[in-house]
């Protein structure tokens, strides 16, 4: 689709960056253009089911696939077994006796979660499949299971990998300042035994798919799939199947959300590759929503316990201690990351000196989690804002301003926590007013204080962080082993025979717009409009440039991804006019590029346009002095590389993230005593992400951040059972994703504090720190300050409120000892 | 599986083209439109008539293809995505509006979510009267996970020419 855009800046200056540049990449969508996994195929392909254990904790003694092989039309099927001689376990993160961890892309011996695939079959449509499936006989022993995340850590729990010996997979201590002295020396104390994060999803409305081709000829595996970092997959899939990394092939293209759902399908690609080999024939996998729900990825799940805040009598925070117990499910696929990107976030919004986390990653007969939206950050969070919350009621602040009092100020910037991360800019002050502006909270404290009977309404303020740009040496805080550090990301700029400028991405976007901000960067930096500058739909890994950690996850596009852009553009821009300059006979430092033409500034006679270049460089090149064509190409790849120092991997210590974009809510809520309905009256956000790219992308993702906060406050959570460890709600009938009637009108703001650290000044903002979940568990709080109820859990449906509103509060949840 | 007991011929006019096809018993008709006819814009994102993702209009009413057979469709007539537009012509101004307001992210929702709003602006061309509330109603049935569906209230809007209006 082309927008005519003409010249940049309209009506505000000379950028095609911060302006709202309608998408590129809307056109496809909108006629139904769109090329998602599913809709691809390719001649003789089959089609791949899996087919899952129903128990969540069983020993396999035997699968029989003799009546599915015969079925006429089945092409192949797969079985653990076979699985174990094809393949070696994947590596792991973890160190230690959780580094043993056998893993493979099915169940071998026995299945650790309900939903967990043990076998597959690739058959001629998708129905026989599915038939043939259905008839491979497995005969199970069912095993005590565990699905309670704190208490699988205990001795006497049945044990998941028994290489393993505990369902311990991760211990550490994270320790800043001297909480012991903050504790002793506070005016009050406040105890909260336990607060219990749930587990939920993002659940992009695509699910999981690939197409995978196992080309016997070239022995190469063909991957088009929807998988969001497909590099990070190579590193795990090429030592498992044994083969070169370089002989998987990426290809994504238009990826239906993803919210970092999809970062660990590397088993299932992994199992339908060995589909592919077996029947010699391209596979499908399209995954149904059910199996989605059951196995492929589920948010962190986190239980607090022990937690215990200083506070002095004038409303100063020192700190805090707790314990943290993250659930990871029963595979580590992404984790143990998870122990260590939540302290990006170790004091949230607060300047709070004295910190102590005793942090247990377990193991439970659960699917593995895997990142989502906010990762491993968002719970911890909703924990500090809680803490921050529940001192004001407890102690009679006013929350607002507790808060101000305990924010990191705006003069405090480039600021230093605890634990060595330096926070890059912001004005927390500001949009915390600017938020409660937007709700026009007196307006809502004179309705709270004359609310209906039998109606409470209270308002709630989530203050959150969006740390961007990892620096993956956190690893090492982790497993001292690992052999990463930094961070990175590559783009390529490239010239065709007339003139056309083409940009591609290391990035794998999924609704992210990246085709726009990249064009609107390069656009900026070679003189043309983003209609003139073509992005590269999706991700090839033969075609565009990567970096290990190359992907779209972790809130860092606007800094990696275009600082590499605006990399590549420069360099094509330097040789453009190098070659500008022979042909024109001028010095480089008199020209510039405007338009489509590289000119002599000030004598728009002597100019030459691109096409000009590239036929000079492309196909006239005896016609260029060697000096020149030796050092042009027009094919300019860049890699972007963040200012990452190694960590103190003894201190737990270090800038393990680049750019911390903030983001104030508030929230009113209305509770309904007869049903312990919670109903939305208004909501706000601010954002700050530092110099803003696009805006009205931006505010895009603030309220698609923001829905999926909601979901999860008010609708959304998988339950297990603990006697069967069956998931009670596998499809979007039981789990209920936010609809359009359950996310009330967003209102919203922004301030724009440039990143100190970011060359553009941008910052990564995607993932939005789950504010909503804080500030509706806060608005919650504060409906029910008078009951003695305290709100504990980041899931509220109404039974827990109804819940809350006639128990007998005698033992409170929270204690405060004062001195 | 395609043995002469368990299919039958079908007659269905899709987007004002006629077409006659044997199909499976048990063909959805969201199968039948993407594997048969080779209509992909019309999506799957639940396979429990949750999500809307495959929305069309049949016979005039907006209904989610994967909750109906595509023998079911027998002698009806369907309307995809793929008719809003021309290929390769102007959009219409339903999608004109998701375009300039932003009301689409990764797209996926997005052509269940058009097909539902037109047949919504069909029944409603004057959406002045109709409060945020009772429109956001109107599609709850269509799952977005991108744009918290604030853009998609406005766009709808704009494309009925309506003043906001708000609850």
């Keep these: 689709m082309t927008d005519t855009l003409t010249e940049p800046g309209i009506g505000t200056g000379t950028s095609w960056q911060g302006q709202s540049v309608p998408r590129k990449e809307d056109g496809r ?39 599915a092989a015969a079925m006429d039309g089945v092409y192949a099927t797969l079985t653990g077994e076979e699985v174990a001689e ?66 699988t850590a205990e001795p006497d729990a049945p044990v ?80 498992a199947l044994r083969i070169r990394s370089d002989r998987i092939r990426w290809e994504t293209q238009d990826i239906g959300g993803g919210f970092g759902i999809k970062i660990t399908t590397y088993t299932y690609i992994t199992a339908i590759a060995l589909l592919s080999r077996k029947a010699g024939r391209p596979a499908k996998w399209a995954e149904t929503r059910s199996e989605h729900l059951m196995g492929s990825g589920h948010g962190n799940e986190r239980t607090f316990l022990d937690i215990e805040v200083p506070v002095m009598a004038d409303g100063t925070i020192l700190g805090f201690s707790a314990r943290a117990f993250d ?73 607002v301003e507790l808060r101000k009092r305990n924010y990191v100020q705006p003069e405090d910037y480039p600021y230093e926590v605890p634990n060595g991360c330096v926070y890059d800019s912001g004005n927390l002050p500001l949009s915390l007013d600017k938020t409660l502006a937007l709700i026009d909270e007196p307006k809502w404290r004179e309705r709270q204080r004359n609310a209906p009977p039998g109606k409470r309404i209270g308002i709630g303020i989530g203050s959150t962080l969006d740390s961007g740009t990892n620096n993956f040496g956190q ?32 990035t794998v976007p999924q609704g992210q717009s990246h085709e726009t901000t990249a064009a609107q960067v390069a656009a900026d930096v070679l003189g043309v409009s983003p209609d003139d500058v073509d992005v590269t739909a999706g991700f090839k890994s033969l075609q565009n440039a990567y970096v290990g950690f190359s992907g779209t996850y972790a809130s860092q596009f606007a800094v990696t991804g275009l600082n590499a852009v605006a990399g590549a553009a420069e360099m094509l821009k330097a040789e453009i006019l190098k070659i500008g300059a022979f042909a024109l006979g001028a010095a480089q430092s ?26 000079l460089a492309l196909a006239n090149v005896a016609a260029l002095p060697d000096e020149i064509a030796d050092t042009t190409s027009l094919t300019c790849r860049y890699v972007y590389r963040p200012p990452f120092e190694v960590v103190d991997t003894e201190r737990k210590w270090g800038n393990i993230s680049l750019t911390w974009a903030n983001q104030i809510h508030a929230c009113v809520v209305e509770i309904d005593e007869a049903t ?137 949840g929270v204690e405060v000892v004062s001195r | 599986m395609n043995d002469d007991a368990t299919v039958h011929v079908v007659h269905v006019t899709v987007n004002g083209e006629e077409h006659e096809r044997t199909v499976p018993a048990r063909q959805l008709l969201v199968h039948f439109l993407r594997d048969t006819l080779g209509l992909r814009g019309t999506h799957i994102g639940c396979d429990t008539g949750n999500c809307g993702a495959c929305t069309v209009i049949v016979d005039g009413q907006a209904i989610k293809s994967c909750m109906v057979l595509a023998v079911q469709a027998d002698g009806l007539e369907v309307e995809t995505v793929e008719s809003l537009a021309p290929r390769g012509g102007s959009l219409n101004p339903l999608q004109q509006a998701f375009h300039e307001h932003h009301a689409l992210q990764c797209g996926y929702c997005t052509p269940g979510m058009l097909m539902s709003a037109t047949a919504m602006l069909r029944d409603n061309p004057d959406l002045s009267s109709m409060p945020d509330e009772e429109l956001r109603r109107s599609f709850k049935g269509n799952i977005c996970r991108c744009t918290g569906y604030e853009n998609i209230v406005v766009a709808v809007r704009a494309a009925a020419g309506a003043q906001e209006v708000t609850s």
């Design chain 1, 29 to 67: 969508y909108l006629r139904g253009e769109g090329a998602f996994v599913d809709d691809l195929w390719m001649h003789r392909m089959g089609y791949v089911y899996f087919l899952r254990s129903p128990y969540a904790h069983a020993r396999i003694l035997s699968i029989d696939v003799s009546k």
């Design chain 1, 160 to 239: 998941l990998h028994e290489e393993i010996g505990t369902n311990v997979a991760w211990t550490g201590l994270y320790d800043y300042g001297d909480i012991d002295w903050a504790l002793a020396q506070a005016d009050h104390v406040v105890r909260i035994p336990h607060m219990y994060f749930h587990r939920f999803s993002s659940t992009p409305l695509e699910c999981n798919a690939a197409l995978v081709n196992w080309d016997p000829g070239t022995d190469t595996i063909d991957v088009k799939s929807n998988i969001q970092m497909p590099m990070f997959a190579s590193m795990y899939m090429g030592p």
């Design chain 1, 676 to 812: 312990g309905q919670v109903t939305i009256l208004d909501y706000a956000a601010v954002d700050d992400c530092g110099i803003r790219i696009n805006p009205k992308i931006i505010e895009g993702q603030v309220h698609g951040a923001a829905a999926h906060g909601i979901g999860g406050a008010l609708h959304e959570s998988f339950t297990y059972d603990e006697e069967t460890g069956q998931l009670l709600n596998a499809t979007f009938f039981d789990y209920h994703a936010a609809t359009s009637a359950d996310i009330p009108h967003l209102r919203t703001d922004y301030v724009e504090s440039p990143s100190l650290t970011s060359p553009n000044g941008a910052k990564g903002m995607g993932e939005g720190g789950g504010a909503p979940l804080h500030a509706i568990s806060n608005a919650i709080q504060d409906a029910l300050a008078d009951t003695g109820a305290v709100v504990t859990h980041a899931f509220n449906p109404p039974e827990r409120i109804y819940e809350m509103l006639n128990a007998d509060h005698a033992v409170r």
């Design chain 1, 590 to 615: 008199d020209l510039e590029l405007s338009g489509g033409m590289v000119q002599v500034v000030g004598d728009p006679e002597r100019a030459i346009p691109l096409a000009g270049i590239a036929n």
């Design chain 1, 327 to 399: 659930d990871a499910g029963a595979y580590l696929r992404y984790e143990p990351l998870g122990a260590v990107i939540w302290s990006h976030v170790l004091v949230g919004c607060y300047r709070f000196k004295h910190v102590r986390v005793k942090y247990t990653e377990t193991l439970t007969n659960k699917v593995p989690v895997c990142p989502n939206r906010g990762y491993s950050r968002l719970q911890h969070l909703w924990m500090v804002e809680r803490i921050v919350d529940l001192v004001a009621h407890e102690l009679g602040f006013d929350p």
């Design chain 1, 86 to 151: 094809l393949t070696d376990p994947y590596f792991q993160m973890a160190p230690g006796a959780a580094n043993g961890m056998v893993d493979y892309c099915l169940a071998v011996g026995k299945a650790r979660f309900m939903g967990e695939p043990v076998a597959a079959v690739l058959a001629e449509t998708r129905e026989l499949a599915r038939d043939a499936a259905e008839a491979i006989e497995v005969v199970y022993e069912p095993l005590p299971l565990i699905v309670d995340g704190v208490a």
């Design chain 1, 475 to 506: 690893s090492q805080i982790i497993n001292p082993q690992l052999p990463f550090t930094g961070n990175g990301e590559a783009a390529i700029a490239k010239l065709g025979f007339y003139g056309e400028i083409q940009i591609s991405l290391g």
